[in-house]
């Protein structure tokens, strides 16, 4: 029989590579190697794929030196390739180090550079490169839209999108997709509307992809009744387009309309997730609707094939103590398969200032403190727990301990938006740009109320 040739080892090393069986794909390798057969390219690509699933940073270095050694020319693609490799393998230092000494730059070996940046959470490297490109393209775009997004600067996405926006790039569905999120996450209603008519305006949901992602943001931005309209008149009634509608009704307190929603979804024989049931115990909640709530939460395994995480739990939590139910809330946190976590328990302690059950009150209490030392909100509840059944030096010793360890609440922020730019405040912050003009405006304010 003929020796196989490089085609052929090639495609059975790539065979294994796709069935995620690294370790047998190197070991062919090393085998093609023994028997004379030197790699290609392609070859080399292939073999390199195959580290990245191994996770094994020595093994990644010891081929790359083989490369190296081989004199075998490395083309963009296998510069992406060792890139992504060396990234998976969870050394964003050798990538970089890599992508510097590379003299194959293209647009796609900078956007796997940047999206390995933005993959170990380091945000400024990214933007560092983004910012170097000699030419971008739409992924370039989105990666960092998106690495913005991901940690929780919205501002700087939003601000990136009007940059893409004004260039000669449109944005594609997944830009769309992320700006959203963004203004979602960021409360930023009118930059959200203007991104709905730009995509009305030229055409970009005539599938219905992006209404999940509109209906989501315009109920976060505070606009339900057009996030109902968006629902009605959709196209594409998938699981992502139900949940958004149900947990945006939920969130504004229209529990039953919610629930009739969840009625439909289930006539359309369209199967519900755990996001689902988050929002139907969640609108259960806010409606008091506790009957209902029961029924859901029971037939979560039973009916729909969901076993029930920390978050069920804590919707029921809440929605029992709400209700004042708090001997069969503690039962049920007692009960659960997981260790319920301070959202939980603060759930529970807050339904005790309204229902005023001193002695599950104080379990709560120490529960919440045993679970964050550092949160003056269960020392100041617990104090004041103790303050009501007269245990006076107890109180005062907790209230003692809050200024000795200068333990703050977190201040609370508000926003609003401006000229499609959102404005946040914090209490006792004065540092807004427009400070002194704002404090004067209030001060004429009240002087007109008074």
């Keep these: 029989m ?29 085998t093609m190697r023994g ?14 794929s195959a580290w990245g699933l191994l996770g094994n940073l020595g093994v990644a270095k010891t081929m790359h030196c083989f490369i190296e050694k081989s004199g075998i020319e490395v083309d963009a693609f296998v510069s992406s390739t060792l890139i992504n490799t060396y990234g998976e393998c969870g050394s964003l230092d050798d990538a970089y180090r890599f992508f510097r000494e590379t003299a194959m730059k293209n647009v796609v ?35 960092m839209i998106q690495g913005f997004n991901n940690v929780g600067q919205y501002e700087e996405a939003l601000a990136l999108f009007h940059d893409m926006e004004i260039s000669i790039f449109r944005p594609n569905t997944l ?22 008519s730009y995509v009305d305006n030229n055409d970009q949901n005539r599938d219905g992809s992006l209404d999940s992602s509109l209906i989501d943001m315009y109920s976060k931005c505070g606009d339900i009744a057009k996030a109902v309209q968006i629902f009605e008149a959709s196209p594409r009634r998938d699981l992502f387009t139900w949940t958004s509608i ?4 939920a969130m504004h307190g229209h529990g039953k309309k919610a629930l009739c929603y969840f009625s439909e979804m289930n006539e359309s024989q369209v199967s519900s997730d755990e996001v689902t049931m988050v929002g139907v115990l969640s609108a259960c909640a806010h409606a008091g609707l506790i009957e209902q709530g029961r029924r859901y939460f029971q037939s979560m395994e039973k009916v729909f094939g969901l076993v029930p995480k920390i978050e069920h739990y804590g919707c029921v939590v809440d929605l029992l103590g709400r209700m004042g139910c708090l001997k069969e809330a503690y039962d049920l946190i007692m009960g659960m398969p997981m260790e319920a976590n301070e959202i939980i328990w603060g759930s529970f302690l807050s339904a005790y200032r309204v229902h005023n059950n001193v002695e599950l009150g104080e379990v709560a209490a120490r529960r919440l403190l045993e679970l964050d030392p550092c949160d003056p909100w269960g020392r100041v509840m617990l104090s004041n727990i103790y303050a009501e059944e007269a245990k006076y030096d ?20 508000s926003s609003i938006e401006v000229n499609g730019s959102v404005h946040g405040f914090l209490v006792e912050d004065n540092s807004h740009s427009c400070y002194n003009e704002i404090n004067s405006m209030l001060e004429k304010i009240e002087k007109l109320m008074n």
């Design 175 to 196: 830009i769309l997709l992320s700006t959203l999120s963004a203004c979602a996450s960021h409360g930023a209603l009118e930059v959200g509307s203007w991104i709905h």
């Design 109 to 143: 070996v900078w956007n796997t550079m940047i999206h390995q940046s933005l993959e170990h959470n380091n945000l400024e490297l990214g933007k560092q490169l983004f910012d170097s490109m000699p030419e971008r393209d739409v992924a370039s775009w989105n990666s």
């Design 394 to 413: 107890r109180s005062m010793g907790l209230r003692k301990e809050i200024k000795e360890r200068g333990l703050k609440k977190s201040p609370g922020c």
């Design 246 to 249: 149900i947990c945006g009704l």
């Design 35 to 48: 028997v004379g057969v030197m790699p290609d390219m392609v070859a080399v690509a292939t073999v390199v």
């Design 2 to 30: 003929p020796q196989p040739g490089l085609v052929l080892w090639t495609l059975m090393i790539r065979a294994y590579v796709c069935l995620t069986l690294p370790g047998e794909a190197l070991e062919l390798f090393r």
